[in-house]
């Protein structure tokens, strides 16, 4: 069982052209009728438009902004929650392993998934959560996946919109948040929706049992979920740090292209010119200006040696270029930059992107580069870093911190409490600073907490994402497996930020999308980087007074 924590990378979204139906949420989260102002109104009105396009990213997005603004509204909520919904089940339609590998399990198998699942939830997940919950968000998955076109063509492609139609309705009137009593009663409630599903639509039990699976653990937390066996795989190779593809990071941007947030060094998208900033406009001759992240994938993803073609546009000019990649294992480097960048004053500076097997020593290799380059200070970019290995963490703090408790951790079980303190040998005393941002999350946290308790340095930037739980990856039937939260940990002081975020010493306004793409990439200046230029003045006035 591999303990990490991680945060959310970029999301992907799924656009699928669709009748808008109408929807529904357990009952605990019907839909709102309660006046809005005009103000919210609008907001609501514009996620709604979002729906209606598929744009399920942004949708969440918006509703996710709009939702700071109107805390209380009930349709913004319902929106989000609407949303996301829509966005997993149409998710998993375009997973190949999902589709050939676990729609192909017999009834019978399928439904030991939701036995194998509701056993690592009793018995692990961080908080205590019924049967009741879980079939009730299974519930209202299979009702929206019954109006996704994806799911009607894979599943019942010759079922007639009325027969679904009254499927979803008999969903809403008889299993709307049905009590239900343990893993037996799970699985009676399950047997008989798809014996009435079998009846109605001729729809079988295996792709019902996969949305009450996948669906069911929308009862957890964001960062719960269940994996199909090629999710396990991204998963373990951004833990092992590496994977076959061409090297990007990258976010649809409808009618714009991909989005280029990062470009691996030493990735065959960096050796072919591509940068950050850029959007890919084609691949393989194909327009992919309105297609999803996931989409483009698809069509990215392949074996080792295999060749892709891409049209790469610069935002700025519009002009295109085309580039010939081929494929092959990518090394994701935890540290991608180590460099001095105050030679003067002797001011070094580590980016660190994530926190994986290798990451200590990374940062070991590195310390001793810029060492040897008299380094006096150091600058420890931890922006739009998600997290990582918890072990990862401890390890790269214990670099930094001599001597006291740098993390915990404490969950259900005895087997997730525990204490991670300094080892006192080895430790640097370089002056420090933090850089931070809003997608600091989960291990990136725990070192920011570490680093304020123990007034090792000081933070800059803008508050970290508050994620402050950790995963524990449960492998599970057919290569599958379940990234579930089993604890929770606290900083030094005993405190967990958790939706709070740590705020930072010295605070720095919002950087542009621009900026932010900017800081992501490896190559690149710092002169016009505010945090960085922060924190260069914070250290040379602390060399000055030495």
């Known amino acids: 069982m591999t303990i990490f924590a991680l945060g959310q990378r970029w999301l992907t979204l799924l656009v699928v052209i669709a009748a808008w139906g109408n929807t529904g949420l357990p009952i605990a989260h019907a839909e709102p009728t309660a006046t809005v102002a005009d103000d919210e109104r609008t907001a609501v009105r514009n996620g709604v438009e979002m729906e209606r396009s598929r744009r399920w990213l942004d949708a969440i997005e918006h509703y996710e902004k709009a939702i700071k603004e109107y805390p209380e509204s009930e349709s913004i909520k319902y929106g989000l929650r609407r949303s996301k919904v829509h966005f997993s089940v149409e998710?998993?339609?375009?997973?190949?392993?999902?589709?050939?590998?676990?729609?192909?399990?017999?009834?019978?198998?399928?439904?030991?998934?939701?036995?194998?699942?509701?056993?690592?939830?009793?018995?692990?997940?961080?908080?205590?959560?019924?049967?009741?919950?879980?079939?009730?968000?299974?519930?209202?998955?299979?009702?929206?996946?019954?109006?996704?076109?994806?799911?009607?063509?894979?599943?019942?492609?010759?079922?007639s919109p009325e027969s679904v139609t009254r499927l979803r309705q008999t969903l809403k009137d008889r299993y709307w948040n049905k009590s239900v009593g343990g893993v037996d009663g799970a699985r009676q409630v399950i047997t008989e929706v798809s014996s009435i599903a079998q009846r109605d639509v001729q729809l079988g039990m295996t792709p019902i049992a996969m949305e009450y699976l996948f669906g069911g653990c929308n009862a957890l937390d964001d960062y719960s979920t269940y994996l199909t066996p090629s999710k396990l795989d991204d998963l373990y190779g951004n833990i092992e740090g590496e994977f076959v593809g061409i090297g990007i990071e990258m976010k649809a941007e409808v009618g714009k292209g991909l989005l280029l947030v990062n470009v691996l060094p030493e990735s065959p998208a960096e050796e072919g010119?591509?940068?950050?900033?850029?959007?890919?406009?084609?691949?393989?001759?194909?327009?992919?200006?309105?297609?999803?992240?996931?989409?483009?994938?698809?069509?990215?993803?392949?074996?080792?040696?295999?060749?892709?073609?891409?049209?790469?546009?610069?935002?700025?000019?519009?002009?295109?270029?085309?580039?010939?990649?081929?494929?092959?294992?990518?090394?994701?480097?935890?540290?991608?930059?180590?460099?001095?960048?105050?030679?003067?004053?002797g001011i070094g500076y580590i980016k660190?992107?994530?926190?994986?097997?290798?990451?200590?020593?990374?940062?070991?290799?590195?310390?001793?580069?810029?060492?040897?380059?008299?380094?006096?200070?150091?600058?420890?970019?931890?922006?739009?870093?998600?997290?990582?290995?918890?072990?990862?963490?401890?390890?790269?703090?214990?670099?930094?911190?001599?001597?006291?408790?740098?993390?915990?951790?404490?969950?259900?079980?005895?087997?997730?409490?525990?204490?991670?303190?300094?080892?006192?040998?080895?430790t640097w005393k370089t002056p420090l600073v933090l850089?931070?941002?809003?997608?600091?999350?989960?291990?990136?946290?725990?070192?920011?907490?570490?680093?304020?308790?123990?007034?090792?340095?000081?933070?800059?930037?803008?508050?970290?994402?508050?994620?402050?739980?950790?995963?524990?990856?449960?492998?599970?039937?057919?290569?599958?497996?379940?990234?579930?939260?089993?604890?929770?940990?606290?900083?030094?002081?005993?405190?967990?930020?958790?939706?709070?975020?740590?705020?930072?010493?010295?605070?720095?306004?919002?950087?542009?999308?621009?900026?932010?793409?900017g800081y992501r990439s490896a190559k690149r200046t710092y002169d016009d980087d505010r945090d960085v230029q922060s924190g260069m003045d914070v250290l040379r006035k602390q060399l000055a007074r030495r």
């Open 273 to 345: 010119g591509a940068n950050s900033g850029d959007f890919i406009t084609k691949i393989d001759g194909v327009d992919c200006r309105n297609m999803t992240t996931e989409q483009a994938a698809g069509m990215l993803q392949g074996t080792p040696e295999s060749r892709v073609k891409l049209q790469l546009t610069d935002p700025d000019t519009q002009a295109t270029r085309d580039t010939a990649l081929v494929r092959r294992a990518v090394k994701v480097k935890s540290i991608p930059v180590a460099q001095m960048i105050d030679h003067i004053n």
């Open 91 to 159: 998710r998993r339609y375009t997973d190949k392993s999902f589709v050939e590998k676990l729609l192909a399990q017999s009834p019978s198998a399928s439904m030991q998934y939701i036995d194998d699942v509701l056993t690592k939830i009793r018995d692990h997940y961080v908080d205590p959560v019924s049967a009741t919950s879980f079939v009730a968000h299974g519930t209202e998955s299979l009702y929206h996946a019954l109006n996704n076109p994806r799911f009607v063509e894979k599943n019942i492609p010759n079922a």
């Open 352 to 426: 660190m992107t994530g926190f994986q097997k290798h990451t200590a020593e990374e940062l070991d290799a590195a310390l001793l580069r810029l060492h040897r380059e008299n380094m006096q200070a150091l600058i420890w970019d931890l922006r739009g870093n998600p997290g990582g290995l918890l072990t990862a963490a401890v390890e790269v703090l214990d670099r930094f911190i001599d001597d006291g408790v740098l993390v915990s951790t404490k969950g259900r079980s005895a087997d997730q409490n525990w204490s991670y303190s300094a080892q006192r040998t080895g």
């Open 435 to 517: 850089l931070v941002d809003g997608d600091s999350a989960s291990a990136s946290e725990i070192v920011a907490g570490a680093i304020r308790d123990h007034h090792r340095g000081q933070i800059v930037g803008r508050k970290t994402y508050g994620k402050w739980s950790v995963q524990s990856i449960l492998p599970g039937p057919s290569n599958t497996g379940m990234r579930l939260t089993t604890a929770k940990f606290y900083a030094p002081s005993g405190q967990t930020f958790g939706k709070i975020g740590v705020n930072p010493d010295i605070a720095i306004a919002d950087p542009t999308p621009t900026h932010r793409t």
